[in-house]
């Protein structure tokens, strides 16, 4: 963080399906209505950026970061690593790199903006591969989840990292006292699983972490575990079920409620609970979702998120720096290693 003890936020002004008018709208946005206090930046093209930040009143509170060029979605990873050196990704990555900047927040690439992350801010000491995470919606508020795609397959090595990673996050962004960990699996019994979940139980379980033991599909929503660890195939697949499940349901409510007067009726008197249920299911709430174990803060908004959603992922990345997650994760790393 600043000598100002301001956050320093950087956005990809070029990542995503409607960048850049999404992600200056949400900037625009967290400007007006948050109550923290943060510098912000946007890195891209300066010919498109300035013009857009003038038209919303913003070319006094945002600072632009110039690049030459940008990573389309269609863009395989190795290609954009290689080639697009100057991209909005590129430049962002490599301010808060150099400390100008305290964290970047993109809607971009998935896969380039993992492989150009970690080529340049490197991973923290202890961690081999950053994560990808992200906070589903359970009944006690929700459940952090990770790997979400990021590593398709796990040592028992990554999946205790994961695990130290998810408890950091949750103890210092989203202040968790003792978060309770458990590994995902087809049953709650010990010995149950793959070999490498059989490995990372038992360490799990010696560690200084509030390890649960397994836990299954239907605990994801439950209050019975704060962080849910598994490697990034079985993550995303889970994910994308989530999504997929959201989906239906909310659609299935809105064919019912309006396919009669009397069900238009009922509608129309339960709307604030309806609102409230669809708010808890909608993608753009949970949006954004943090790059672990980078030597760095980096968080990835969906590339479809809309302004809220984008504005959830802005939050998410002023939480980390907020609560110090870099240093908190690798004082957490150390004593892991110690305890070993």
């Given at each position: 963080m600043s000598e100002q003890n301001i956050a320093r936020i950087l956005l990809d002004g070029h990542g995503g399906d409607g960048a850049p008018d999404v992600v200056l709208d949400a900037l625009k946005q967290t400007i007006t209505s948050s109550s923290t206090k943060a510098k912000f930046g946007v890195c891209g093209l300066v010919e498109i950026l300035e013009p857009a930040l003038k038209a919303r009143g913003l070319s006094d509170q945002v600072e632009i970061v110039p690049s030459a060029e940008f990573i389309e979605m269609t863009d395989a990873p190795a290609i954009a690593v290689r080639r697009k050196k100057q991209s909005?990704?590129?430049?962002?990555?490599?301010?808060?790199?150099?400390?100008?900047?305290?964290?970047?927040?993109?809607?971009?690439n998935t896969g380039a903006l993992m492989a150009i992350s970690k080529l340049i801010l490197k991973t923290l000491p202890g961690i081999d591969r950053p994560a990808l995470a992200s906070m589903i919606p359970a009944v006690d508020g929700g459940t952090f989840f990770l790997d979400i795609g990021a590593n398709v397959d796990c040592s028992s090595d990554h999946l205790v990292q994961l695990a130290v990673m998810g408890s950091c996050y949750l103890q210092a962004a989203e202040g968790v006292e003792n978060p309770r960990v458990g590994l995902l699996?087809?049953?709650?019994?010990?010995?149950?699983?793959?070999?490498?979940?059989?490995?990372?139980?038992?360490?799990?379980?010696?560690s200084s972490l509030n390890f649960i033991g397994?836990?299954?599909?239907?605990?994801?929503?439950?209050?019975?575990?704060?962080?849910?660890?598994c490697d990034g195939f079985v993550g995303n697949v889970a994910l994308k079920t989530m999504e997929g499940v959201a989906d239906l349901i909310l659609g299935t409510l809105k064919?019912?409620?309006t396919s009669s007067l009397a069900a238009k009726a009922g509608a129309l008197l339960s709307r604030k609970a309806l609102k409230r249920v669809k708010t808890?299911?909608?993608?753009?709430?949970?949006?954004?979702?943090?790059?672990?174990?980078?030597?760095?803060?980096?968080?990835?908004?969906?590339?479809?998120?809309?302004?809220?959603?984008?504005?959830?992922?802005?939050?998410?990345?002023?939480?980390?720096v907020e609560a110090g997650l870099i240093?908190?994760?690798?004082?957490?790393?150390?004593?892991?290693?110690?305890?070993?």
């Amino acid at each position: 963080m600043s000598e100002q003890n301001i956050a320093r936020i950087l956005l990809d002004g070029h990542g995503g399906d409607g960048a850049p008018d999404v992600v200056l709208d949400a900037l625009k946005q967290t400007i007006t209505s948050s109550s923290t206090k943060a510098k912000f930046g946007v890195c891209g093209l300066v010919e498109i950026l300035e013009p857009a930040l003038k038209a919303r009143g913003l070319s006094d509170q945002v600072e632009i970061v110039p690049s030459a060029e940008f990573i389309e979605m269609t863009d395989a990873p190795a290609i954009a690593v290689r080639r697009k050196k100057q991209s909005s990704i590129h430049v962002g990555a490599r301010a808060v790199r150099d400390g100008d900047w305290d964290a970047l927040v993109s809607a971009g690439n998935t896969g380039a903006l993992m492989a150009i992350s970690k080529l340049i801010l490197k991973t923290l000491p202890g961690i081999d591969r950053p994560a990808l995470a992200s906070m589903i919606p359970a009944v006690d508020g929700g459940t952090f989840f990770l790997d979400i795609g990021a590593n398709v397959d796990c040592s028992s090595d990554h999946l205790v990292q994961l695990a130290v990673m998810g408890s950091c996050y949750l103890q210092a962004a989203e202040g968790v006292e003792n978060p309770r960990v458990g590994l995902l699996n087809i049953g709650t019994e010990e010995g149950k699983g793959t070999d490498v979940i059989k490995v990372a139980a038992p360490r799990l379980q010696e560690s200084s972490l509030n390890f649960i033991g397994n836990v299954e599909g239907t605990d994801l929503f439950s209050d019975r575990v704060d962080v849910v660890v598994c490697d990034g195939f079985v993550g995303n697949v889970a994910l994308k079920t989530m999504e997929g499940v959201a989906d239906l349901i909310l659609g299935t409510l809105k064919k019912e409620l309006t396919s009669s007067l009397a069900a238009k009726a009922g509608a129309l008197l339960s709307r604030k609970a309806l609102k409230r249920v669809k708010t808890a299911l909608s993608p753009s709430e949970h949006n954004g979702a943090p790059l672990l174990g980078l030597n760095g803060i980096v968080v990835k908004s969906h590339g479809g998120a809309d302004v809220r959603g984008y504005a959830c992922a802005i939050e998410v990345a002023i939480r980390e720096v907020e609560a110090g997650l870099i240093e908190r994760t690798i004082e957490a790393m150390n004593i892991m290693a110690e305890g070993q």
